[in-house]
């Protein structure tokens, strides 16, 4: 069993910043492929940028390539996305997501907010 907590989300203007922070408890962290995902209301769940257990293995949606970056650390058990250059249409809630053969876990979501 995993949990997961965001943090990070917030209101900002189009061009900031925002750095989103996943902390995982449970065991064997470092075995999961973690990823960020996010949706819109009445839209399915898309995901934005994942990354191995080495972070070897980089994954981003074409929409936020050169803006977001992923990263993770295995001994903190924090796996992050540094959003820049952000876009209103940027505003969704935010998910971490933690995979690892059949096991499959989310949190609860925290809201990110462009203003233009």
């Known amino acids: 069993q995993v949990q997961l907590v965001e943090s990070g989300g917030g209101l900002v203007q189009a061009g900031a910043s925002l750095r989103l922070s996943c902390a995982a408890s449970g065991r064997a962290f470092s075995r999961y492929t973690m990823g960020w995902f996010r949706q819109a209301p009445g839209k399915e769940r898309e995901r934005v940028g994942a990354?191995?257990?080495?972070?070897?293995?980089?994954y981003y949606a074409d929409a936020v390539k050169g803006r977001f970056t992923i990263s993770r650390d295995n001994a903190q058990r924090t796996v992050s996305l540094q959003m820049d250059r952000l876009k209103p249409e940027d505003t969704v809630v935010y998910y971490c997501?933690?995979?690892?053969?059949?096991?499959?876990?989310w949190g609860q979501g925290t809201q990110v907010t462009v203003s233009s």
């Open positions: 997501n933690a995979k690892f053969l059949r096991y499959d876990y």
């Open positions: 990354i191995s257990w080495s972070s070897g293995n980089l």
